[in-house]
């Protein structure tokens, strides 16, 4: 019982934080604008057919751990629709934090199967952790896409899997977790 209430109570803390960052009407275009400092997804961004933007995401865990994000899809930079960020994850985890995502779309198949209502990564989906800023550096999260610590510049180069680029950058927390987790996406079309 005790640990039901220590997971409700960090789960309402990172929704919470989720929540504070609606006051920020720019919150979306500060998010893009933080991401492109990172020289890791310049090239996404060049040639990406579109993206999903998710400007906080709250996760918190005892054991058993959940995530959630309010997010932004975009297609040749116009604002098509918003995402919901949902994750469930079970195993040995401790902590919580916030981080931002994006996901980059290689083609229009990839943005299609994003946008088809209900989508899911799979078991082999992995992101590239980035911290934001003129001297940012990378690390891979393995398979979750939560937020990492960053790690040697040379350790990860991001590519697209199934056409899709995914890169997170931690803003705040503390998390320890080796956890099977894997995050599913709502779509609306605008």
Do not use: C
Not at 22 to 32: G, N
């Amino acid at each position: 019982m005790k640990n039901i209430l220590s997971l409700l109570s960090v789960t309402f803390v990172l929704i919470g934080l989720t929540f504070s960052n609606f006051a920020h009407a720019d919150k979306y275009a500060k998010t893009v604008e933080d991401f492109r400092k990172a020289p890791e997804v310049q090239n996404f961004f060049q040639n990406a057919y579109g993206y999903a933007i998710y400007p906080t995401v709250g996760k918190g865990g005892i054991g058993i751990g959940a995530a959630y994000g309010a997010g932004r899809v975009y297609k040749g930079g116009i604002h098509t629709g918003d995402s919901t960020l949902s994750q469930l994850s079970i195993g040995f985890q401790l902590g919580g934090q916030a981080y931002s995502e994006i996901i980059f779309f290689k083609n229009k198949a990839a943005y299609d199967d994003f946008t088809s209502g209900t989508f899911e990564f799979s078991a082999q989906a992995s992101a590239v952790a980035i911290t934001v800023g003129a001297n940012a550096q990378v690390g891979s999260t393995g398979n979750s896409a939560a937020a990492g610590n960053a790690g040697n510049r040379t350790a990860a180069k991001a590519n697209y899997m199934n056409g899709m680029a995914i890169f997170t950058a931690a803003k705040g927390g503390l998390m320890y977790e080796a956890a099977i987790a894997g995050q599913a996406f709502s779509f609306d079309a605008k």
